[in-house]
């Protein structure tokens, strides 16, 4: 089985930086697109950057200008960078992988259990 490991949640206080890892653990031969999606407090679940195994990434206006996704194909980890963070910010953040190949079997999804990010002063 695939799974997703997330980490670097935690408290932040407003202005500042958090760094959040997600590596894909399995058997595995390939992913498409690795990226990240949060759901803050009475909010729908949103994305938040995704990249493709190609480079091409995509942001949230919201974040854009603020967070920087990159990915280490080789190690199946795709990481957020988070800067200037602010309260709105505060939410659980969900790594997600897609067209996860294995040796066995094609994931079409596969989602992390996500880790809590909370920025507050």
């Known amino acids: 089985q695939v799974q997703l490991v997330e980490s670097g949640g935690g408290l932040v206080q407003p202005g500042g930086s958090l760094r959040l890892s997600c590596a894909a653990s399995g058997s595995i031969f390939s992913i498409d697109a690795m990226g990240w999606y949060r759901q803050a407090p009475g909010k729908q679940r949103e994305l938040v950057a995704d990249?493709?195994?190609?480079?091409?990434?995509d942001y949230a206006d919201s974040v854009k200008g603020r967070f920087t996704i990159s990915r280490d194909n080789a190690k199946n980890t795709v990481y957020l960078q988070m800067n200037s963070l602010k309260p709105e910010d505060t939410a659980v953040y969900y790594c997600n992988a897609d067209r996860v190949l294995t040796e066995q079997y094609r994931y079409l999804e596969v989602w992390g259990q996500g880790t809590l990010v909370t920025v507050s002063s």
């Open positions: 990249l493709t195994s190609g480079g091409s990434t």
